[in-house]
């Protein structure tokens, strides 16, 4: 059984935030765990999905077979803290611990090909608008042709200038 691993360092996301996602996808398959991080909305999950495409992209380097990678380990340790001070009243300060996580991720190649309950569609590239340009909505073309056709009262009232 091959292993592979990934990590990721000095991640501005302190350690208990980042557990709280890491440890809902310990013994779940790749595409499974890829699946339930992009349906998160916490923002440890967008570098946790970024970490988990890295190590699959090392296995795939390494020969090893996709379908049947599992999350062996996910282990997130304390990394730096750094301390900053907030001023309060009566010239006190309060100190601040901006902490950081040190993330490692290891996947194992399993017995068997896992099924994939998931599809994961990946985005489409967006067209830039010197580029290509973009279709607009019926509806949203009638709504400019209305503001453009008549100011109101108040635009004509207030746009006057003083003589």
Known sequence: ???TTAKLNY???????????????KGLSVQEAEAQ?????????????????????NARNS???????KIASILVN?????KRFLPRAQGRATPIHKKMSHV???????????????VINPPSKKQHAH????VKPKAEEQQREQQTA????????FNRRAV
């Open 78 to 82: 304390q990394g730096p803290m750094l």
């Open 37 to 57: 991080l992009l349906l998160r909305v916490q923002r440890s999950s967008q570098p946790l999905l970024k970490l988990l495409r890295s190590a699959v992209n």
């Open 63 to 69: 020969k090893m077979d996709i379908t049947k990678l």
């Open 11 to 25: 991640l501005k996301i302190a350690p208990r935030k980042v557990r709280l996602i890491a440890n809902t996808l």
């Open 150 to 157: 008549k100011p109101g009262f108040f635009k004509r009232m």
């Open 104 to 118: 490692v991720l290891t996947l194992k190649e399993g017995d068997k090909v896992i099924n994939n309950r998931f």
């Open 131 to 134: 580029k290509k340009e973009r």
């Open 1 to 3: 059984m091959a292993q």
